[in-house]
């Protein structure tokens, strides 16, 4: 075989090589573009979320700078979208005052909820003699005299986007609920019994229906 045909042998396989390389990449490209038009058109919108409800059974500021809480709280969580489900992969809940954290973070098992369904869950958290700033300190002794403190309900984690069989990378969630509690003489609570650690030493239960804000 000549020099002249090897390089037309070459040359041909060259061609051949270019065409499908190319034909490949156009394919992906059509793919993406599909996903991106359905995810255009559908606008995923994000969850919302409602604190039902929030039971104390310790509020209990006590020296050097220390506090013991323990909550129960009822979240409501509801996909909004028609056509596209939500997967919660990680959830951790936990309660701040005044921007600092004063409970431990409790899981919430990972679940998928599908198109307009409804999640309610009821994580239990708390805090045994949890270091509470200086700056804060003060003012809480001063809210466990009064009966009322001001607490956010915080849910962290990630979820992920399911439309038809494409599933969505992992976007980090954040969930604020505000909850106003008013402790003396059980204030705006339902009493639940004689077991609780703090003004009053019962187990009070609230009923907030608060909407949480919601970002992604």
Request: glycine fraction near 6%; charge should be positive; include cysteine.
């Amino acid at each position: 075989m000549s020099v002249k045909e090897c390089d037309h042998h070459r040359g041909r396989k060259r061609i051949l090589f270019q065409r499908i390389f190319w034909g490949i990449i156009v394919f992906l490209f059509l793919v993406l573009l599909t996903i991106l038009l359905i995810w255009a058109i559908l606008r995923p919108t994000k969850p919302t979320f409602i604190l039902s409800d929030i039971t104390v059974s310790a509020f209990n500021v006590t020296q050097p700078n220390l506090l013991t809480t323990n909550f129960q709280v009822t979240i409501m969580s509801r996909n909004p979208n028609d056509h596209i489900g939500v997967y919660y992969d990680r959830l951790d809940t936990y309660v701040t005052y005044r921007s600092q954290q004063i409970t431990y973070r409790t899981s919430i098992p990972p679940s998928y909820q599908g198109h307009k369904e409804v999640d309610v869950w009821s994580p239990a958290v708390y805090g045994t003699e949890v270091p509470v700033a200086p700056f804060n300190f003060q003012t809480l002794s001063q809210d466990q005299s009064n009966g009322n403190f001001f607490v956010t309900v915080k849910v962290d984690g990630r979820v992920r986007w399911k439309v038809g069989t494409f599933i969505s990378g992992r976007y980090h969630l954040y969930v604020r609920c505000p909850a106003y509690i008013s402790v003396r003489n059980d204030g705006n609570g339902v009493s639940m019994g004689a077991n609780g650690v703090y003004i009053g030493a019962n187990v009070v239960k609230y009923q907030m229906d608060q909407r949480c804000s919601v970002s992604l």
